[in-house]
């Protein structure tokens, strides 16, 4: 089958787009406001672009809180997202009102960042401390802004839960990430396989 992307004439049930793009690692972003409120929310848009600088992107379909936060106090936090929390992370995503306190809907322990003042999940194995970079609103073709809002933010700390550390790697059937597919579907991995660059002849 083909179709047009802007058109959306797939003849399917729902739109497959995003289940192409999958999985896609969630990014759990803890904010806090300038009120002093704490934020957290799953994002599927979520990606690492750059390992020197370290710098990681989660993407805002339209103005939400954790953009907002982002935008004003110039930090945030991913907190990674594992088969144990995933009752947790759904709960944090409930659509409420600015300033309500997601860790404490979802019975989770904010922790404030070392380096960034910006809660991350204690109960996280993971979490990335970031400092924002840029913010910038994608483009079409001709010219006009997208609903989304890209935050891209330069990891400054980094902490791991070395229960999930294994003969001096991550092991990530411990971790056991969870990621998004399409539609309101998941995925938690469990299992791996090592495959290496060729080399030229």
């Not at 690692?25 to 806090?32: F, Q």
């Not at 997202?81 to 306190?101: C, E, F, R």
């Not at 996280?124 to 891209?152: H, K, Y």
Request: proline share 7%; net charge negative.
């Amino acid at each position: 089958m083909f179709y047009a992307a802007e058109t959306r004439d797939h003849g399917l049930p729902h739109d497959p787009f995003k289940a192409i793009v999958a999985p896609r690692p969630i990014g759990w972003i803890g904010s806090k406001g300038r009120d002093g409120s704490f934020n957290l929310s799953p994002y599927s848009f979520f990606t690492v672009v750059s390992d020197r600088p370290k710098i990681i992107m989660f993407s805002s379909s339209g103005r939400k809180d954790s953009l907002q936060n982002a935008e004003e106090t110039g930090v945030f936090t991913a907190s990674l997202v594992s088969a144990p929390l995933i009752k947790q992370m759904n709960a944090s995503s409930v659509a409420v009102p600015y300033g309500t306190d997601e860790f404490a809907i979802a019975g989770l322990t904010p922790v404030i960042g070392r380096m960034v003042d910006a809660p991350y999940v204690g109960e996280a194995f993971a979490a990335l401390e970031c400092r924002v970079t840029e913010i910038r609103q994608p483009l079409d073709v001709n010219g006009q802004p997208s609903g989304a809002w890209m935050v891209f933010g330069q990891v400054v700390g980094i902490h791991i839960d070395e229960q999930i550390i294994r003969d001096g790697r991550i092991d990530i059937a411990v971790a056991a990430p969870v990621t998004r597919l399409g539609y309101m579907d998941y995925a938690t991995t469990t299992e791996t396989y090592e495959l290496f660059r060729p080399k030229a002849p």
